[in-house]
């Protein structure tokens, strides 16, 4: 799921922005390999997509994650577009420790959207348009990636 939400956030900036993908398939690489690809790349920003699980299928929340003091601001504007555009219970950001977060060079957050175990959130991701290949709710996340990523921008 990350790998269409990643893919769907970074179309939707304007061609003079650069994105750069860690992760363009399901292919295994270390958060300490995506830290220092973003590191190369001299990202502006590192933004981490992922989603949560539990064995209680009725827990489900947004967060983002942060380690560095210059993540916080970035980690707040990801965790309240996302919680806002999926009207998810939104938990604020908590520091982590993460090697993606902690050998960054950039501001850098990780956001856990949703919960892939809550029955609801499963229902929402099997929810695909009509002639569509991308689930709406993935759609819908990506967009609010994005507006957050903007809104950070916006406020530097």
Not at 16 to 23: H, Q
Not at 45 to 54: A, F, M, R, T, W
Not at 82 to 93: K, Q, S, Y
Not at 119 to 128: A, I, M, P, Q, T
Request: net charge negative; aromatic share 8%.
């Amino acid at each position: 799921m990350p790998v269409e939400v990643e893919s769907s956030t970074g179309k939707r900036y304007p061609r003079d922005v650069s994105v750069a993908y860690t992760r363009i398939e399901d292919a295994d690489l270390t958060n300490t390999q995506r830290a220092q690809d973003c590191n190369a790349a001299e990202a502006a920003i590192l933004v981490s997509i992922h989603h949560n699980g539990n064995r209680d299928p009725s827990i489900d929340y947004s967060t983002a994650l942060y380690q560095k003091r210059i993540d916080k601001a970035l980690a707040s504007a990801i965790v309240n577009a996302v919680a806002d555009a999926t009207m998810n219970i939104n938990r604020g950001i908590m520091q982590f420790v993460s090697a993606v977060l902690i050998k960054s060079t950039m501001p850098a957050t990780i956001s856990e959207g949703y919960f892939l175990t809550n029955d609801v959130e499963r229902d929402r991701l099997n929810d695909f348009a009509e002639n569509s290949t991308t689930c709406a709710y993935c759609d819908m996340e990506a967009q609010a990636l994005a507006q957050g990523i903007a809104t950070y921008f916006a406020t530097r």
